[in-house]
């Protein structure tokens, strides 16, 4: 088992009430290395702190996240950079890539954070580049590129540390539909690979690309489905309907 989330619970307290706000409710689940897993729920279910958590961003109230045997929430503060730099790969909406660096140079950053040398960059990137389809954009610059284009350089970016998993947020909100189709259809390609990917989105058709979903409502997970033999649109429309009684409360 790659990663093992068991009875998470974050709760916040204001600083000057005794007031408390718990985000996350005995949060369990199990992900399996090679899975794609999308979670999803409404603004506020807690979906955003429970990535934060798995991204070693937030640390939980009670409990543990296990990746690979490692209790992530156990890794003290001054080895977390390090820890994420080795371990998870990130994509997120709004890309993060920085206009002052060329293509390659964004891809390299995380390597270059690491210390690898510069001939096994070049190695990886030979590979990577093609796949994504992104050989002629490594010397632009971001500010040169669709929004599709920025979000394969942000896989590539994530993927070039080789992580055990990937996190991604929203991936596909800043982007068409054609361009989102483009950027999942590459997600799958991704994990047939072998790369494990959790996502996070708001899309019955994104979700529709993963392998399982995950719902979550008022910081409990409230259901789950697989993809199983489904197609795309049939797993969509599954979804949809999951979706309208989370939010309908039935």
Avoid: C, W
Avoid at 143 to 149: A, D, I
Avoid at 150 to 173: F, G, H, M, N, Y
Wanted: proline letters at 2%.
């Amino acid at each position: 088992m790659l990663l093992e989330i068991n009875h998470l619970e974050k709760v916040y307290r204001t600083r000057f009430s005794k007031e408390e706000t718990r985000a996350l409710q005995d949060v369990d689940f199990k992900v399996e290395a090679g899975e794609f897993i999308a979670i999803m729920g409404e603004s506020g279910s807690g979906k955003t702190t429970l990535l934060n958590i798995l991204a070693t961003l937030d640390k939980p109230t009670r409990g543990s996240v296990i990746l690979n045997q490692q209790d992530i929430t156990q890794i003290k503060e001054g080895k977390l950079a390090d820890f994420r730099l080795h371990n998870l790969g990130f994509v997120f909406q709004d890309f993060n890539l920085l206009d002052t660096l060329t293509v390659q140079d964004n891809i390299f950053l995380p390597l270059v954070l690491g210390r690898q040398n510069y001939k096994e960059m070049e190695s990886r990137l030979a590979i990577l580049a093609p796949q994504l389809g992104i050989q002629n954009l490594l010397q632009k610059r971001p500010f040169e590129l669709s929004g599709g284009q920025k979000q394969r350089v942000a896989i590539a970016r994530s993927l070039i540390t080789r992580p055990q998993l990937v996190l991604a947020d929203e991936p596909t909100a800043a982007l068409d539909y054609r361009n989102s189709e483009d950027l999942l259809q590459l997600f799958e390609e991704i994990n047939h690979a072998g790369q494990t990917i959790l996502m996070v989105t708001h899309s019955a058709n994104a979700a529709s690309h993963a392998k399982r979903v995950l719902f979550i409502k008022d910081g409990r997970i409230f259901h789950q489905l697989y993809r199983a033999g489904k197609s795309n649109q049939e797993f969509a429309k599954e979804i949809s309907l999951n979706m309208s009684a989370l939010l309908g409360g039935e």
